[in-house]
């Protein structure tokens, strides 16, 4: 009994630990109401996931005097556990389920960033000159009303010239300017978006086999991975060969600029080309993309998933993504791993768990990526004219950059 006690204080947050209950804050017009006392919670984030998502399920009954039927698609939502904000958003959906044993009420809730993944990007004009990743990214979420911060002056990275195009979505645009940055970008608690270096922060305590580890899921894997990633031009080389000479010793001699990375972990060859892009100065980044193929592909080959006990580390601090937690193994073995992507769960009668994605930081690095302004001919000589003349195209009025951190 004494058990069955523990778990309902820890549900319900009666015991001096901080509490564990999940509750929204919603507000229609200028109207907020907070509802507690969820039957089931489901909250998924992420470094990869975007917007973060929770559904909330509550019995009809329990529903009605909670006031829930008057929640609506659209209305502003803060979720929150115990006391810590996790994400602020919108109610996307609403969802009445009846059937011949229970009536169940479902509230789907997407963070804020959910305007970026799904809306157009919208400037006065799609070209831009002399800026920066973070300025763009601040001035690509103004119509959201979403900020984004720079965790450390993570994105704070001077470019020549950007150009949006027409379809892009805000998220997608985003996505290029993070790579052109080398940062990840994910949601934070207040709603806004932070642009961050991998592992920005580090939990007190970790995730141990026999402690808060109730089951672990460990793999080691060859798929997608190369023993080789070669760096080649793209020519027409390859159609002039003469026939009286190794024909594939002679053209990669002539393909390949001396740029390659080795994943000596694959035992047998298997190599990867990457093309040498148009305005790649010494090869530069090519040679940075070799390296992350080998690294990622690595990384993502040695995932960790797990199920703990708890929602917080040994501090009370949630677990959140992007944090680095030390992980140890059955046999003892302990190895640091990045938190990549959450699911929170808890019902009233199984209690609360969390299922938790790790791998190796290298796995989240974002990939390097050449300005495609910068592989155009065309707008080469467009920004070069530019420059010269200092009026040919018309650059967007962007915020200032904020010193701020996360």
């Known amino acids: 009994m004494s058990g069955a006690l523990t778990a309902i204080s820890d549900f319900l947050g009666w015991n001096n630990a901080p509490s564990d209950q999940v509750s929204i804050v919603v507000t229609t017009g200028s109207t907020s109401r907070q509802i507690t006392n969820w039957t089931s919670a489901v909250l998924r984030l992420g470094i990869e996931i975007m917007p973060w998502t929770a559904a909330l399920g509550m019995t009809a009954a329990r529903a009605s005097a909670a006031g829930v039927n008057t929640i609506n698609p659209g209305d502003i939502c803060q979720v929150y556990i115990g006391t810590d904000l996790v994400f602020t958003g919108y109610v996307i959906t609403v969802v009445d389920d009846l059937g011949p044993e229970d009536h169940m009420i479902e509230v789907q809730i997407a963070s804020k960033s959910v305007d970026l993944v799904e809306c157009a990007a919208e400037f006065s004009t799609f070209q831009m000159n002399s800026t920066n990743v973070l300025a763009i990214a601040q001035a690509v979420c103004k119509f959201a009303q979403i900020d984004v911060i720079s965790v450390n002056g993570a994105g704070d990275t001077d470019i020549l010239a950007f150009s949006v195009i027409l379809t892009e979505t805000a998220y997608e645009v985003i996505e290029r300017l993070s790579r052109l940055a080398a940062v990840l970008f994910y949601d934070r608690p207040d709603g806004n978006i932070c642009m961050s270096a991998v592992g920005s922060r580090r939990a007190a305590s970790g995730f141990a086999v026999g402690q808060n580890v109730e089951r672990i899921q460990t793999v080691r894997s060859l798929g997608g991975r190369y023993s080789k990633v070669i760096a080649i031009t793209q020519n027409t080389v390859s159609l002039f060969t003469d026939p009286n000479v190794n024909a594939l010793e002679s053209q990669m001699g002539v393909l390949t600029v001396g740029v390659e990375a080795t994943d000596p972990g694959v035992p047998r060859t298997r190599n990867m080309f990457i093309p040498v892009e148009n305005g790649d100065e010494n090869n530069k980044v090519c040679q940075q993309r070799a390296q992350w193929e080998v690294n990622r592909r690595y990384g993502r080959a040695y995932p960790v998933t797990l ?52 791998m190796p930081p290298d796995a989240f690095a974002p990939e390097p990526l050449l300005n495609p302004v910068l592989a155009d001919k065309f707008l080469q000589v467009m920004n070069s004219a530019q420059n010269s003349a200092d009026s040919s195209i018309q650059t967007d009025d962007l915020p200032p950059l904020k010193d701020t951190t996360s």
């Open 307 to 358: 199920t703990a006990d708890s929602w917080r580390d040994a501090a009370g601090q949630l677990w959140l993504p992007n944090t680095l937690a030390p992980v140890t193994a059955r046999n003892g073995t302990v190895s640091d791993l990045l938190i990549g992507e959450l699911t929170l769960r808890q019902t009233v009668e199984d209690g609360t768990h969390a299922d938790v994605v790790l």
